[in-house]
């Protein structure tokens, strides 16, 4: 992509310290300001101080998903309304774990990159769902950030 710049967006996102099952939502729906109205997402890395050893699932939309509810710790499910705005979707699985002594990562490159388009909204964000695929505990409120690489035009 000539004129592509590479980018690094990072925040954190408030989880309940308490169990979740798999499918749940584990924080509000999360805004990213990416600066641009159209890039590729091309990596994913979750942080996770509770190094919890289940599946993650981040779920993107490239406009506010407004007819979803977004209610941490219970199943989350797009509204039809909202599935046309759903651009890709990353399974940090076990495999994309690194864990060290108390904490640890998931990380994944994406083999293909994921295109967004914000200019159908003019607003230069994205959205995303973290989601639960398996059962973890978390014991803070403060146990996962996140990391998004991107490329932009």
């Known amino acids: 992509m000539i004129g592509s710049m590479c980018k690094s967006l990072n925040g954190s996102v408030v989880v309940q310290a308490a169990a979740y099952a798999t499918g749940e939502l584990l924080c509000d729906k999360v805004t990213i300001d990416v600066g641009c109205m159209s ?3 091309c990596s994913v890395l979750l942080g996770d101080l509770a190094s919890v050893a ?3 699932e981040v779920v993107f939309f490239d406009a506010d ?3 979803t509810t977004f209610s941490i710790n219970n199943p989350f499910d797009v509204a039809d309304a909202d599935l ?3 651009f890709g979707s ?3 699985a076990t495999a994309d774990r690194f864990n060290y002594a108390d904490n640890g990562i998931k990380f994944k490159v994406l083999p293909n990159i994921l295109p967004f388009n914000a200019h159908r909204v003019g607003t230069g964000r ?3 769902a973290f ?3 398996g059962a973890p505990t978390f014991a803070s409120t403060a146990d996962v950030s996140y990391k998004i690489g991107m490329i932009s035009n």
């Open 84 to 86: 046309p705005k759903v």
């Open 39 to 41: 890039g590729a997402i």
């Open 54 to 56: 289940v599946d993650l």
């Open 65 to 67: 998903p407004t007819a």
């Open 126 to 128: 994205i959205y995303a």
């Open 131 to 133: 989601l639960s695929r």
């Open 90 to 92: 990353v399974l940090l």
